[in-house]
C-alpha cells in the first residue's frame, strides 16, 4: 500500500513516522494526485511541533500544503485537469487529513494549476508557497509598484528569495535583510540591492543611508517577535509593514512609526480565491519564461528520510527550500550529507 507520514502526538520532528495506507477514491469534484516531490515549509514545523495556532486531529494527523504530482484519478464532475497531467497543489485546505507528506493524496481540483513548463518537479515543489505567498503580500496586499524600495527580513528564507526575484520583475528594488553576515555574498548574487547584516548594521539607520533617507516603502518580514517596532523604523513615512510569518514566536511589539499602514497575511487568504489563483500562476508563468523567477532549492530528501528533513530545518541554515522527493517504494534516496 502507498506510504503515508503522520504524527500521533506533537513534538519533535521524530514524533513523525510512515505507515502504510489505501488510497482514497476522489469525491465529485476532487483529483487525486500521485505526488512527487514535496515543499517543506515552517506551516509543517509548527504544526508537528503543536505551536500551529489551528486545530490539529490526532492521532494519524497528516502533513504537508505544498507539492507537485500527476493526476492518478479524477472524480464525479471534474472539468480541469485529466488523469496523466502534471500539477501544482495550491491549497490543502486540511492538510491533518489529507497533507502531501505522502505518495497520493486526494484535493479538490480546483486546488491544482498546471506544472509550469519546463519546470521539474523538484522545483516546481519549490514554487507555490514561497512565490504565491512574496508576490500576495507584496503585489495583491501592498501594492508595490517599479522603483519602490521593498526591504526583506528573513532574505535567505525561501519566501525572501522569492521576493527578491519578484521585486526585480516588478521593477522595484529589494534591500535584504540577514542576521548573518556569512550570507551576504549570496544575497547579493540573488539580487539584492543591497544587504543589511543586523548582526552589526541598525535595520533603520541602513534602510535609511540606502534609499537617500527616505527609508523602504514595504518592508516584507517574516520574523515578528520583539523586534517588530524597531523594524517599523526602517519604512518611510506612509510605507508599508506587512507580515507573512513568525520565525520568532515571542509576542511581537507593536509598531507607532505613524504614519504606517500594518498589513498581516496569510498565503490562504488568496490560494483559495480562484480568481486571485489565476492571477498569481500566470506571474509565475511570465516569470520563468524570461528567466526572471527562479525557484531555489538548498537541499533534498527522501520521503524516507523526513524525520532528517524536519531537523535540518529545525536549524534554520537553509537557503530556499527543503525539498523531499517521493519515488516508489524499494527506491530509496541516500540521505543529504
Same mark, same amino acid.
Given at each position: ?12 520532528? +521524530? ?12 469525491? =465529485? ?56 497531467? =502534471? ?24 486546488? *491544482? ?27 495583491? #496586499? ?12 528573513? =532574505? ?14 516588478? @521593477? ?11 550570507? #551576504?555574498?549570496?544575497?547579493? =548574487?540573488? @539580487?539584492?540591492?543591497?544587504?543589511? *547584516? ?18 523602504? +516603502? ?14 517599523? #523604523? ?11 510569518? /513568525?520565525?520568532?514566536?515571542?509576542p511581537a511589539s507593536f509598531?507607532?512609526? /505613524? ?17 486571485? *489563483? ?42 530556499? #527550500?527543503?525539498?523531499?522527493?517521493v519515488r516508489p517504494r ?8
Amino acid at each position: 500500500m502507498p506510504r503515508v507520514v503522520v504524527f500521533d502526538r506533537t513534538g519533535a520532528p +521524530d514524533v513523525l513516522h510512515i505507515v502504510d495506507q489505501p488510497v482514497t477514491e476522489p469525491a =465529485a469534484g476532487e483529483v487525486r494526485i500521485r505526488i512527487e516531490a514535496i515543499g517543506v515549509n515552517r506551516l509543517d514545523q509548527m504544526m508537528r511541533a503543536g505551536s500551529y495556532p489551528g486545530p490539529v486531529r490526532l492521532p494519524h494527523a497528516r502533513l504537508g500544503c505544498e507539492g507537485t504530482g500527476v493526476v492518478d484519478a479524477v472524480g464525479p464532475g471534474v472539468e480541469g485537469p485529466g488523469v496523466g497531467d =502534471a500539477v501544482v497543489i495550491t491549497a490543502v485546505p486540511e492538510m491533518d487529513l489529507n497533507g502531501t507528506y505522502a505518495e497520493y493524496t486526494t484535493v479538490p481540483a480546483a486546488s *491544482v494549476v498546471p506544472r509550469p513548463a519546463g519546470l521539474d518537479a523538484t522545483g516546481a515543489a519549490a514554487l507555490w508557497v514561497a512565490y504565491s505567498t512574496a508576490y500576495g503580500a507584496l503585489v495583491e #496586499k501592498a501594492g508595490m509598484r517599479p522603483g519602490d524600495h521593498v526591504l526583506i527580513t528573513a =532574505a535567505s528564507s525561501s519566501v525572501g528569495l522569492a521576493a527578491l526575484q519578484i521585486a526585480h520583475q516588478i @521593477g522595484a528594488v529589494p534591500l535584504a535583510v540577514t542576521r548573518h553576515t556569512a550570507k #551576504k555574498e549570496g544575497l547579493l =548574487a540573488a @539580487g539584492a540591492a543591497a544587504v543589511i *547584516v543586523t548582526d552589526h548594521e541598525d535595520v533603520a539607520e541602513a534602510a535609511r543611508r540606502h534609499t537617500g533617507g527616505a527609508g523602504a +516603502d514595504i518592508i516584507l518580514d517574516s520574523v515578528m517577535g520583539p523586534g517588530l517596532a524597531d523594524l517599523a #523604523k526602517a519604512a518611510r513615512a506612509g510605507g508599508t509593514l506587512v507580515t507573512v510569518g /513568525w520565525l520568532d514566536p515571542r509576542p511581537a511589539s507593536f509598531p507607532m512609526s /505613524w504614519p504606517l499602514t500594518v498589513l498581516g497575511y496569510a498565503s490562504f487568504e488568496h490560494t483559495l480565491d480562484p480568481t486571485v *489563483v489565476r492571477r498569481i500562476a500566470a506571474f509565475l508563468n511570465a516569470g520563468l519564461r524570461t528567466g526572471a523567477l527562479r525557484p531555489t532549492v538548498d537541499r533534498e530528501f527522501g520521503l524516507d528520510d523526513i524525520v532528517e528533513a524536519h531537523r535540518y530545518l529545525e536549524q534554520g541554515h537553509q537557503a530556499g #527550500k527543503i525539498v523531499v522527493t517521493v519515488r516508489p517504494r524499494g527506491v530509496r534516496r541516500a540521505s543529504a550529507p
